[in-house]
């Protein structure tokens, strides 16, 4: 009954609205946290940068005006003084700009870093039955694309934002100590280039970023499509056609950036215009104020650069959150996906199968079993009842879309089994924990993987402590030892991606070592002899039977040669 339950919870999930951009944004700054300190120190440093540059403008205004109003006046002027400062505020603005660099990229770097283990880790219980509806590639993108346009958050979005929170009110107050009436014209011109601009631009690129995500997504799976079934494609001659889907989603993506672009130049050219508007008024002001002797002379060229330097602060903004839709629209592809609930909820007070397995021998029981996919109402299996015990050799035969796979999901903990039931050694399979269950296992599947690594990589995943006499016995077993010394670096050759460099069979037998190295007590073999020829086969099934003799081994196959050999077949209708 829990596990029905479960399968309901996540339909309802599936039909929850969908977050707010505030929500979002929320939710970033949750996954933060870790990292505040460098990012704190991040903005610390690029707030401090940036009062330096602006002071380092404005007393060098001052010193030159106050230098040429002395020498004029024929008086002498202490100039070590502001010549010291001048210095000092160099060195500040030069040794801040890169340490503010250094510290805001390598809190960017942890950021990154930490989305995606977060990422996989909400990915690991998913898989594979959470993800069945879901492309590779389409994953690759949300792991690789849309984590990295989440760099901009922190990066373009948040750091010059809090920056700017803080100088404007620092750089309004400087202003109106010297002169009011200048003060409050920046503060308006400032409030047009930080606020206004900002969310015009977010208004209108509401809809382009998600669009570009969409693009960009579609893009990356045809070229990924593209080249991991090159070979299929030269074959059935779709070469052509793969080509033209890929150049037409890169000129969509193509004229939506341009769109962005266009709307990014039209407030820049808002802001430029804004900016040097606000520098004539000031100029206008500033003159009329000298005029009526309400400002010195050695002010005015200060409060002019003043006026002008006091944009550095905000100008970013515009481009900034242009990003913005973008990055949300990455985000929320994020979480809808990490959102999703794990198709079989792990029991919160697992059995521990692995005492159970000390008391008694490992048996497997299917009895008066029925199953269904999530959200499929035709059931696969119905009204199974089979009986495996410790040592059997059995195999499960039947037409393609009876079962035998499911069954094998199945044992290993993949989906729940509301209907009937299941036990391992006279526990209930909804009783044990998923990982658990896979410990007992050695699987070889029709779809096993192999990474771009070693063979030796390779195999130490099934075992990573098992030594090197370990791995040739495996191989040696597996009938690879031979094509495996032919190879220039033997075990440390380097295969592909999806172990590109070897033929069908030859990966065929290297999945089945891994599964042998493993030594667990069930062995599920998914047509191991497939891609094998008659000779080959017939050495490999006799050496695991003469290694797996004491142990289970559960087999599904079509060959009639591999039905013989076991103790007893189950036929699915």
Excluded at 53 to 67: E, R
Excluded at 498 to 508: I, P, V
Excluded at 513 to 535: F, H, R, S, Y
């Amino acid at each position: 009954m829990s596990a029905k339950l479960n399968i309901n919870h996540l339909h309802s999930e599936s039909q929850a609205p969908p977050p707010s951009d505030r929500q979002i944004i929320f939710r970033l700054l949750s996954l933060t946290r870790p990292h505040w300190r460098w990012m704190g120190a991040g903005i610390v440093l690029a707030l401090v940068t940036l009062l330096a540059n602006i002071a380092l403008l404005t007393t060098a205004g001052w010193f030159i005006s106050a230098m040429a109003a002395a020498g004029i006046a024929g008086v002498s002027m202490n100039y070590f003084t502001p010549a010291g400062v001048i210095r000092f505020l160099a060195m500040i603005r030069t040794a801040g700009r890169y340490a503010e660099r250094l510290v805001t990229h390598n809190a960017t770097f942890l950021l990154l870093a930490q989305l995606r283990q977060w990422f996989y880790q909400k990915l690991e219980p998913l898989a594979p039955a959470g993800l069945q509806s879901y492309r590779s590639s389409d994953l690759l993108s949300r792991l690789q694309s849309d984590i990295e346009q989440l760099d901009n958050f922190y990066l373009s979005i948040l750091l010059p934002s809090i920056v700017a929170l803080i100088a404007v009110p620092i750089l309004f107050i400087g202003l109106y100590v010297f002169y009011p009436t200048l003060a409050l014209l920046i503060l308006s011109a400032l409030m047009i280039v930080g606020l206004l601009l900002p969310t015009w631009v977010v208004r209108k690129t509401a809809t382009s970023g998600s669009v570009i995500t969409e693009q960009r997504q579609q893009l990356t799976t045809a070229i990924i499509d593209g080249l991991q079934g090159m070979r299929e494609l030269e074959i059935y001659g779709a070469k052509d056609a793969q080509l033209a889907q890929v150049s037409y989603y890169s000129e969509q993506l193509a004229n939506s950036q341009l769109q962005i672009n266009n709307i990014n130049a039209q407030s820049q050219s808002a802001s430029v215009l804004v900016i040097n508007t606000s520098l004539w008024l000031s100029l206008i002001l500033l003159g009329i104020a000298l005029s009526n002797n309400e400002i010195p002379q050695s002010q005015f060229v200060m409060l002019l650069l003043l006026s002008l330097a006091a944009f550095e602060a905000v100008q970013p903004l515009p481009m900034a959150f242009e990003q913005l839709s973008a990055t949300l629209s990455a985000a929320r592809r994020l979480f809808s996906l990490a959102d999703q609930q794990p198709v079989r909820a792990e029991p919160e007070e697992p059995a521990s199968l692995s005492a159970q397995l000390a008391r008694q021998p490992l048996s497997i029981e299917f009895k008066q079993f029925n199953f269904s996919y999530p959200k499929q109402s035709q059931q696969v299996l119905h009204n199974l009842s089979l009986v495996v015990n410790q040592g059997e050799k059995i195999a499960i035969s039947g037409p393609s879309g009876s079962g035998k796979s499911t069954i094998v999901q199945l044992l290993q903990g993949f989906y729940p089994c509301p209907e009937g039931s299941v036990h391992i050694a006279g526990i209930d399979i909804n009783h044990c924990s998923g990982e658990e269950l896979r410990q007992q296992l050695s699987v070889v599947s029709q779809h096993s993987y192999l990474f771009a690594a070693s063979i030796r990589d390779n195999l130490l995943l099934a075992k990573p402590s098992a030594t090197s006499e370990q791995l040739q016995q495996a191989c040696d077993i597996a009938a690879a030892s031979e094509f495996i010394e032919q190879l220039p670096q033997g075990l440390d050759t380097w295969l592909g991606e999806t172990g590109r460099g070897l033929s069908g069979g030859q990966a065929r037998r290297i999945h089945i070592a891994q599964a042998l190295l493993k030594n667990a007590p069930v062995l599920i073999l998914d047509e191991p002899t497939e891609g094998l020829d008659p000779i080959t086969e017939q050495q490999v099934m006799r050496a695991i039977w003469q290694l797996m003799q004491d142990k289970t081994v559960i087999l599904i196959t079509h060959n009639p040669r591999l039905l013989a050999t076991v103790d007893r077949v189950y036929q699915l209708d």
